[in-house]
């Protein structure tokens, strides 16, 4: 089993939904997330960065993090065609420096 | 500032010959890391140096692959001999001291390997 699970896709939206994203782990010892967006043949780019469980917004987007049921999500408000990407969760434990695991990511589609 | 950049954007080799890939990270970051993503998989974490030391090279995969940054700016990732389960896309990163989470990425070193 992977420690961290990631759906696929591709999720495709009309433009102005809202994108749904969310990942599940086995790692109980994660403690830091990520969410990056990652555009074909570019290099994936932080979007957001969550510590420990709560929630977090930074304009359209809002990243949440459930520790007890080992489940993020990451919400983008009035999505835009240019959020077409994949989107990649990652996480660490307290003692992995630096050392992230990554989810697959997620291919989402906005039609205009 | 510049981000970080990687050389070359693609390689192809074939099976047995020797790669090196480069990776110049941002200005002013100790922190530098590879990653490898193979295809149909995730990106797998490689190693982390801090200035010119491997601070955790757990993800190196066996000892055809040998990171250096001498002088703790560039570093280069060289594949000794390449197997074809090498071929993917290989990413460096970098971060500033005290903050491993803010992670930049490059571009990415597609490797083919035939």
């Known amino acids: 089993q992977k420690e961290v699970e990631q759906d696929p896709g591709p999720l495709s939206v009309p433009e102005g939904a809202i994108v749904s994203l969310n990942c599940t782990y086995s790692?109980?010892?994660?403690?830091?997330f990520m969410w990056y967006r990652q555009y074909s043949r570019k290099g994936p780019e932080l979007l957001m960065y969550?510590?420990?469980?709560g929630n977090k917004e930074d304009g359209r987007f809002t990243a949440q993090v459930d520790k007890s049921s080992k489940y993020i999500s990451l919400f983008i408000r009035d999505s835009q065609p240019s959020d077409s990407a994949t989107y990649l969760c990652?996480?660490?434990?307290?003692?992995?420096?630096?050392?992230?695991?990554f989810g697959a990511g997620t291919q989402v589609v906005v039609t205009p | 500032e510049a981000g970080v950049t990687q050389f070359p954007s693609h390689s192809v080799i074939e099976k047995g010959q020797t790669v090196t890939l480069r990776c110049d990270p941002i200005s002013g970051h100790d922190n530098l890391y590879w990653y490898r993503r193979v295809m149909g998989k995730e990106i797998k974490f490689l190693l982390h140096?801090?200035?010119?030391?491997?601070?955790?090279e757990s993800g190196m995969p066996n000892n055809r692959f040998l990171a250096e940054r001498t002088g703790g700016t560039y570093s280069t990732l060289k594949v000794q001999p390449a197997e074809l389960e090498d071929s993917g896309v290989y990413f460096c990163?970098?971060?500033?001291?005290?903050?491993?989470?803010?992670?930049?990425f490059g571009p990415g070193t597609r490797l083919t390997v035939l």
């Open positions: 140096f801090v200035k010119e030391s491997k601070q955790d």
């Open positions: 990652a996480m660490r434990d307290g003692d992995s420096w630096g050392k992230f695991q």
């Open positions: 990163a970098s971060s500033p001291t005290g903050r491993p989470d803010t992670q930049y």
């Open positions: 969550t510590y420990s469980s």
């Open positions: 790692n109980s010892a994660f403690q830091y």
